[in-house]
């Protein structure tokens, strides 16, 4: 079955360090999707990014930035030169093929991340 | 702003009553999907509809039933509800059933069982 596994709860930071969400995975499939989501006090659910698994190329999207590496079943988030408006929960999730022929997600516990000005 | 909505925003009953949650998906999606987030249960898929019809079920109760209706919104029916039932509710629609259209989320509906 698929996991999802964010091993740090919660993380606090103060303004303008870099932090680094780590996501671990399991899954026997070959062809699967990961995503990162945040939830900010509010409470939505804020897509951020979706990879395949067969990009394992980095991504940047301004200062937040996504490395994938399948030969450790990793999908880390890092945020440089954190701002107070990061603060928020940070879901990584996997794509889980059902019987219907279709996905849904797995998430794992997600990791609060707050930052102090 | 996702583009999909969910009614109400807030709801507060008893134990043992019944309700109903709606959601409108973003225009053009078919799929929507069910997720209930708790603090003991994390964010976890209940079930998903797509054109009408159920395609997955998650570990959703038996006392919780859903449908799509023709013009593609959703309602999610909680029933004989328990105190453990309180949670956030959020509804998901993505253009196709599959993990290549990323699921955008609604903003939720808190239920509180008192």
């Known amino acids: 079955a698929q996991k999802v596994t964010q091993a740090q709860t919660e993380i606090s930071v103060v303004e303008k360090e870099d932090v680094t969400l780590d996501c671990v995975y399991e899954t026997r499939d070959t062809t699967y999707y990961l995503f990162w989501y945040k939830q900010p006090p509010s409470g939505e659910l804020v897509f951020l990014i979706r990879?395949?698994?067969?990009?394992?190329q980095n991504e940047i999207s301004g200062r937040y930035s996504w490395n994938f590496q399948k030969s450790t079943s990793s999908f880390n988030f890092t945020i440089t030169a954190s701002q107070v408006v990061d603060s928020a929960v940070y879901f990584c999730a996997l794509s889980d093929p059902t019987q219907g022929g279709s996905e849904k997600l797995v998430f794992g516990k997600g990791t609060k991340l707050t930052v102090n000005p | 702003d996702s583009g999909v909505t969910q009614t109400p925003k807030h709801l507060i009953t008893a134990t043992g009553q019944r309700v109903t949650l709606r959601c409108s998906p973003r225009?053009?999606?078919?799929?929507v999907y069910w997720y209930q987030q708790s603090l003991d249960q994390g964010l976890q898929f209940l079930i998903q509809?797509?054109?009408?019809?159920?395609?997955a079920k998650g570990n959703i109760l038996e006392r919780f039933s859903a449908q799509q209706f023709p013009d593609l919104h959703s309602e999610l029916n909680l029933s004989s509800l328990e105190l453990g039932d309180s949670a956030l509710y959020f509804c998901?629609?993505?253009?196709?059933?599959?993990?290549?259209?990323?699921?955008?989320f609604g903003p939720g509906t808190r239920l509180t069982v008192l």
């Open positions: 509809y797509y054109n009408g019809e159920e395609r």
């Open positions: 225009s053009g999606d078919l799929s």
């Open positions: 990879r395949n698994s067969f990009d394992e």
């Open positions: 998901a629609s993505s253009a196709q059933p599959t993990a290549y259209n990323e699921q955008f």
